[in-house]
């Protein structure tokens, strides 16, 4: 059961990635939990009452390095792309389960302008470069079925990975996310899916 819960939380989590996610997208800060609702604020500084699921998929996200991502990693990253073809990483998630179609490149992801998500698996080919030669940042080769993608991490790139996580983890002053929050008449959201971080560490 825990197994198949991970892979859905992080099928989930991967689909971050898709330009046209169900549902809405919010994120905030949880202020307390009542039972299974959430009452939180918004990263715009607004209330948000969230009503999970009773049986809520909550994802962990936790802080993670550079060193983390190692060949054979399958990561998702939110970039700008390069006059070089190469991708600078704004954001990269690492999976510890690959989507089922093993990954994809597009152009519009939403969290920058002009922005592209890579997900896919890193290469050995790809893992080092710049980071040994000194020559600039560290990149990575990124492979997916259609083709591959360099990707460049600068130092300010945020980089987390994901764990399954439980209702244990939704707590006062943590960080949370969900991409599938549904509006109901009365201003309120429900949810069945749930990022959190964990440690301090903030879901994107």
């Known amino acids: 059961m825990a197994t198949t819960a991970l892979a859905a939380a992080l099928t989930v989590s991967a689909a971050y990635a898709q330009q046209q996610p169900q549902g809405q997208r919010l994120a905030g800060t949880i202020e307390r939990v009542d039972g299974n609702t959430i009452h939180a604020k918004g990263r715009d500084g607004g209330a948000i009452t969230l009503k999970l699921a009773d049986d809520v998929e909550v994802t962990a996200v936790l802080k993670a390095t550079l060193a983390d991502i190692r060949p054979g990693t399958y990561i998702g990253s939110g970039a700008v792309p390069q006059a ?62 259609q083709g591959e993608k360099r990707v460049v991490v600068p130092a300010n790139a945020h980089i987390v990975r994901y764990e399954t996580g439980n209702k244990g983890d939704l707590k006062a002053g943590t960080s949370f996310r969900t991409q599938e929050a549904a509006r109901q008449a009365d201003g309120t959201y429900t949810t069945s899916r749930i990022s959190v971080g964990r440690d301090g560490a903030r879901p994107f």
């Open 84 to 145: 070089d073809g190469s991708q600078t990483a704004v954001e990269v998630h690492i999976f510890e389960q690959p989507q089922r179609d093993g990954g994809h490149h597009y152009s519009g992801w939403y969290g920058t302008p002009n922005g592209t998500m890579t997900n896919g698996f890193v290469q050995p080919a790809g893992a080092v470069g710049a980071a040994l030669t000194g020559t600039g940042d560290p990149s990575f080769l990124v492979t997916y079925p």
